[in-house]
């Protein structure tokens, strides 16, 4: 997983680490990527390629929406989310893009996509599982809906999942196997 970032905290429910034993003060709801995991470094410094916060190009090809996988937390307050990338048509990414700052664009309906995302807590790999996403108002990011198969992140999105649950996701991410 390129660039993790924490998406947001909660501050009442911090936990301690069994890997570390510290205690950490802040439980984080959410992790993202800064870019699609096909995404390279040369590819900055080329003029057909783009990566912005919310969407990307690679060789004038292929095209990428920044978006959130919700989980339900059935034992929380708020949703975990994954923030990952989805690779859109040329079709598609061309009218989300076009309507990126229309009011009213919720209304739109939801566009085919592959996950772009290597979420390294999964096995099998979520890497081109398929999707909805679902434009939301402006500024807010999309809605991922992943295709209601048996693949462990499509389950969780379906059923949700514990506190204990994200403790475990956020001890994993913070003390990755070296």
């Known amino acids: 997983m390129r660039c993790l970032v924490f998406r947001s905290m909660t501050q009442q429910l911090g936990f301690t680490c069994v890997d570390c034993g510290e205690y950490h003060p802040d439980l984080p709801m959410g992790y993202s990527t800064t870019?699609?995991?096909s995404w390279r470094q040369e590819y900055a410094d080329d003029p057909?390629?783009?990566?912005?916060?919310?969407?990307?190009?690679?060789?004038d090809r292929i095209h990428f929406v920044r978006g959130l996988i919700e989980i339900p937390v059935v034992d929380g307050e708020e949703p975990f989310a994954w923030g990952v990338w989805v690779s859109l048509s040329p079709?598609?990414?061309?009218?989300?893009?076009?309507?990126w700052e229309t009011p009213g664009r919720e209304?739109?309906?939801p566009y085919f996509g592959w996950l772009s995302t290597e979420l390294p807590l999964?096995?099998?790999?979520?890497?081109?599982?398929k999707t909805n996403v679902h434009t939301r108002p402006i500024n807010e990011r999309p809605f991922v809906e992943l295709e209601p198969t048996d693949h462990p992140l499509a389950v969780e999105q379906r059923e949700?999942?514990?506190?204990?649950?994200?403790?475990?996701?956020?001890t994993a991410l913070l003390h990755p196997p070296g």
């Open 48 to 59: 057909r390629s783009v990566l912005s916060s919310d969407q990307c190009v690679i060789a």
């Open 122 to 129: 999964y096995s099998p790999s979520t890497i081109d599982l």
């Open 107 to 109: 209304a739109e309906p």
């Open 160 to 170: 949700g999942i514990t506190m204990e649950r994200v403790r475990r996701i956020a």
């Open 35 to 37: 870019a699609p995991a």
């Open 91 to 99: 079709a598609n990414f061309e009218r989300a893009t076009r309507l």
